[in-house]
């Protein structure tokens, strides 16, 4: 899978995003090591806190189907159209948990010809992960 794979299936998602407060749908596209795709758009609630995002529920689709090896992600949204969406905290502290910070590719999207791609140690630096719990 291409990172302009990835990105076309993250942008495809933001059709499904469930925004009726924030007009600001996000999609995601995340890939294992064995090149399986798990996509995930974000979902919000009125009382914004049960709110979940695209990233997060790639991930969790993944991991709830046993999955725990993954390559990469791609990330397209935007309040007007696609831009580049970074990842909130609360989605690179999901990546820490199953990721390698050194490896693990996040891809912000804007098209096929516009995107940037970062490590995770890149958009997390000094992140804390399971490695800081074991011995």
């Known amino acids: 899978m291409t990172e302009q794979d990835l990105m076309r299936l993250a942008v495809e998602m933001l059709d499904k995003a ?3 407060y924030s007009h600001f749908p996000v999609g995601a596209a995340l ?3 064995d090149g399986t ?3 995930g758009c974000n979902i ?3 009382a914004y806190t049960p709110t979940v995002c695209a990233e ?3 991930f969790f689709k993944a ?3 046993g999955r725990r090896d993954f ?3 791609a990330v397209a949204g935007g309040k007007d159209g696609v831009d580049a969406c970074t990842p909130c905290g609360v ?3 999901v990546m820490a948990e199953f990721c390698d910070p050194e490896t693990f590719q996040i891809i912000l999207a804007v098209d096929a010809k516009h995107y940037d791609i970062y490590t995770l140690k890149e958009m997390l630096p000094k992140g804390f992960g399971p490695s800081n719990l074991t011995e």
Do not use: K
């Open 37 to 39: 795709v798990y996509t």
């Open 63 to 65: 991991v709830s189907d």
């Open 44 to 46: 919000e609630n009125a």
């Open 71 to 73: 390559r990469a992600i």
């Open 31 to 33: 890939e294992c090591g």
């Open 56 to 58: 997060r529920i790639a």
């Open 91 to 93: 989605c690179r502290q």
């Open 18 to 20: 469930y925004v009726p």
